[in-house]
Nanobody, 124 residues
């Protein structure tokens, strides 16, 4: 199983930027999918973005398209989420996750490994 450790997050003003990083350990194969999810207070955890570890294809939820970018560095076993043009509604705990199958949707059950979560707060 993949182990994940997140870093980054914090406080930003609306319109600002933050970058989240996730460092993975353990065996990772090219068909794996890495993703980011978030959970706002009082809401269910939701899919944000995903990337295929081998080919680098990316997927995003509609609300972050054009503002967030997911990327990976296979050599360092790291993947990031660059968040620009932040909005107060982006405030949430963000989790990185790893799935051992090619991407087939952003359902939580398709990701078996999870980071500990990091808080992102966007002030208006």
């Amino acid at each position: 199983q993949v182990q994940l450790v997140e870093s980054g997050g914090g406080l930003a003003q609306a319109g600002g930027s933050l970058r989240l990083s996730c460092t993975a350990s353990g065996r990772i194969f090219s068909w794996y999918t890495m993703g980011w999810f978030r959970q706002a207070p009082g809401k269910e955890r939701e899919f944000v973005a995903a990337i295929s570890w081998g080919g680098g294809s990316t997927w995003y939820t509609d609300s972050v398209k054009g503002r967030f970018t997911i990327s990976r560095d296979s050599a360092k076993k790291m993947f990031d989420l660059q968040m620009n043009a932040l909005k107060p509604e982006d405030t949430a705990v963000y989790y990185c996750a790893a799935g051992e199958t090619p991407y087939s949707g952003g359902q939580e059950r398709k990701f078996g490994s999870w980071g500990q979560g990091t808080q992102v707060t966007v002030s208006s």
